[in-house]
């Protein structure tokens, strides 16, 4: 069996997350036992997720245990097969983590999907055909809700979530306003992804600020929101909430690193009469094939067109990882394995 190269996690970050938490390890991988599949792992998913499974404090999902390989979303290529479902060179995502090779029972419902690249190309599995384009469109249509003419925000909006968001909320007849840093993220916003408007945040540095932006941006207030950073502008956001407008509580990336995220005017969530829903996208499998059925239509005929951003080869991982907590990453971070 072939060499495995694996980035396990070698201690837990005391504040921000470092390269320092990381350590590289060489294992064999395993011999197949029945229904089991070889799997060499052509793009790993890097999501901020994973942040929160470095510490041990309270969450939805158990810590990623200490001295092993860290987990992530992955696909490839299968190299060799005990399962009657899959022969080499079949492409698959699964949940292999950070390394060359994985080994999936493929008995079991979920570890692995083969997926068809003839339209898609094979990243976009783990962005917007993926676990991140399922996340918008779960917090879009079974959250926000929306109805032809709405007004909807979202921020971290030219990101893995954040883009197929907007395709989705187009593809319903709404004018979606993104939040994003960066001029050039908010060119691609506007210009590629076919947003209405987008706020540079960083050229508005408090909520008093990044409210006027709002105002000429969403002049007849905010239907629906969803909430990806946390923070100042989540507050600006409230404000403008028209009432019984809804908010998708999908991700609160400034934080992450253990940061206090107040909030300044919960008032605003009673006096709008607002409705606001957390949720973890894979708690609902049930929505999967009808929204990655969506999401690959509007990949493969051009109207939703992620962008990536790829580090390369494995060793890689840690500081792209960390790049992505800090917004250095322009679309979905992906690490280009083989
Ligand atoms: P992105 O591709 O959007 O990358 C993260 C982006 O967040 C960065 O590019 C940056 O964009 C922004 N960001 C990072 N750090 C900060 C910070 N400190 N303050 C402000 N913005 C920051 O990631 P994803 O699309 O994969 O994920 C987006 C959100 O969705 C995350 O919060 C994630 O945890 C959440 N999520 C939740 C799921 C669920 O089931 N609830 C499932 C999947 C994702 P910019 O430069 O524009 O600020």
């Known amino acids: 069996m072939p060499a495995n190269l694996q980035i396990v996690l070698d201690n837990r970050p005391t504040g921000e997350a470092s390269e320092a938490n990381f350590r590289i390890a060489q294992t064999e991988t395993p011999p197949l036992k029945d229904g089991h599949v070889l799997v060499r792992h052509h793009y790993l998913s890097l999501d901020p997720y994973m942040r929160g499974r470095m510490s041990e404090s309270k969450s939805y999902a158990v810590p990623q245990p200490l001295g092993q390989v860290m987990q992530g979303g992955t696909v490839g290529e299968v190299v060799e097969s005990r399962h009657p479902g899959y022969t080499p060179g079949d492409k698959v995502v699964g949940f292999g983590g950070w390394q060359h090779f994985s080994v999936a029972d493929a ?25 991140p384009g399922v996340t918008a469109w779960y917090g879009l249509v079974k959250i926000i809700e929306p109805k032809a003419g709405n007004t909807l925000v979202v921020t971290a909006a030219s990101g893995a979530v954040g883009s197929a968001f907007g395709a ?8 979606v306003v993104g939040v994003a840093g960066g001029e050039d993220k908010c060119r691609y916003v506007t210009e590629e992804l076919g947003f209405d408007a987008c706020i540079d945040y960083r050229t508005h540095p408090d909520a008093s600020s990044i409210g006027k ?17 946390g923070g100042y502008i989540f507050d600006a956001v ?22 206090p995220i107040p909030l300044a005017n919960p008032r605003a969530l009673l006096v709008s009469r607002l409705r606001i829903e957390g949720f973890i996208v894979s708690e609902h499998m049930e929505v999967w094939p009808e929204a990655l059925r969506e999401l690959g239509g509007l990949v493969g005929s051009g109207k939703l067109r992620p962008r990536e951003s790829v580090a390369q080869g494995l060793e890689a991982a840690p500081a792209a990882f960390i790049g992505l907590l800090k917004g250095r990453n322009f679309g979905k971070q992906l690490v280009k394995v083989i």
């Open 107 to 131: 008995s079991q419902p979920g570890s692995l999907r083969k997926v068809d690249t003839t339209h898609v190309p094979l990243s976009h599995y783990l962005g917007a055909v993926g676990m």
């Open 168 to 175: 989705l909320a187009k593809a319903r007849g709404c004018r």
């Open 238 to 259: 409230l404000d403008r909430m028209n009432a019984f407008g809804r908010i998708a509580l999908c991700g609160l990336i400034s934080g992450y690193d253990g940061q």
């Open 213 to 229: 932006a709002l105002d000429a941006a969403c002049p007849d207030g905010i239907d629906g929101h969803f909430e990806n950073v």
